[in-house]
């Protein structure tokens, strides 16, 4: 028995059924040359120039520094951008060395002292804080860290004033204690920062496995997280090494003259009077002050890229 042909779908009615649409070429627009515009050009002519004005600010400074910290007095108001190469000599620096008025050694070993325990005592104070603000859940502990943050923004100098009184009512004024508390509140925002935001990076399992084998949360910073922050660490001794080395305001003030604590850089200010400036004592001594501080910068550069950036690929 033969199958009976399919029938196919009709039209409705009242409704002609419309020839199909043969299909339309699909235009493919011409690929565009790729132009350079006139305000990206216009920038890139400019760049070597601004790059130049920049590197000159930074350069002038240090070659002022270098060349006259070799001149006698009279060479360096006669020429102080000039380089004499038959008459520099290391008696400036020998004799800022020995000078009896500003002992430069002495000055090392105060300086040192202070970086070494405002380190400490900042590492002791903001580590266990930037724990508790990174593994808190609630708005306290962000508001917590927005406090330590808005502190980035405000500059020492404002805060020198209202400290002196509190460390005249506190009997800390012209004191080590006094100068280590307050250099140490200034480096907490920028290390709790850091260490905060380094914290969130390490997983949180960590603290769930030390808290099924029983080690209370005091325990599992000590053994777990302090460890494994060691990068962000280095960077933050690193900064605040410089900062402590390089300030100036803050010791003179708080130190004092009376004290007979001086630190690296206020023996610079002993060579200004008040009507004239020995210039021959100048630039020797902040050669001496700056040269430290240049070398363990070039030397620990390389641990304050890393201790950034591996918070950043952490996790």
Request: some cysteine.
């Amino acid at each position: 028995m033969a199958a009976e042909p399919t029938s196919l779908p009709r039209a409705p009615r009242g409704l002609a059924s419309a020839p199909p649409t043969p299909p339309q070429p699909v235009s493919v627009p011409a690929p565009r040359t790729r132009r350079t515009p006139t305000v990206l050009r216009q920038a890139a002519a400019w760049r070597v120039p601004v790059l130049l004005v920049c590197a000159s600010v930074m350069v002038i400074p240090m070659w002022l520094l270098m060349v006259n910290a070799f001149k006698t007095e009279q060479e360096i108001r006669a020429s102080p951008f000039g380089l004499p190469l038959t008459r520099l000599t290391l008696k400036p620096l020998r004799n800022a060395l020995t000078d009896p008025d500003f002992d430069v050694l002495r000055a090392y070993g105060i300086t040192l002292l202070f970086v070494v325990l405002v380190n400490a005592l900042s590492l002791a104070v903001s580590a266990p804080v930037s724990f508790v603000i990174a593994r808190g859940t609630t708005r306290w502990h962000t508001a917590l860290l927005l406090l330590f943050v808005a502190g980035t923004f405000v500059p020492s100098q404002v805060l020198l004033i209202p400290v002196v009184y509190v460390l005249k009512y506190l009997g800390l004024m012209g004191t080590i204690t006094g100068f280590v508390l307050f250099e140490t509140a200034l480096t907490l925002p920028v290390s709790v920062f850091l260490y905060s935001a380094y914290i969130r990076t390490i997983p949180k399992e960590l603290d769930q496995a030390a808290a099924v084998d029983g080690i209370g949360r005091l325990r599992t910073f000590q053994l777990i997280i302090l460890p494994l922050m060691r990068p962000i660490v280095a960077t933050a001794v690193i900064l605040h090494s410089l900062s402590v080395w390089n300030d100036f305001a803050n010791p003179q003030i708080i130190l004092g003259p009376g004290s007979g604590l001086y630190t690296v850089t206020t023996g610079v200010y002993a060579a200004v009077g008040k009507y004239s400036t020995n210039y021959a004592v100048v630039f020797p001594n902040l050669l001496l002050a700056v040269a430290p501080a240049l070398a363990f910068f070039a030397i620990m550069q390389r641990h304050i890229i890393s201790g950034l950036t591996t918070g950043a690929l952490k996790g």
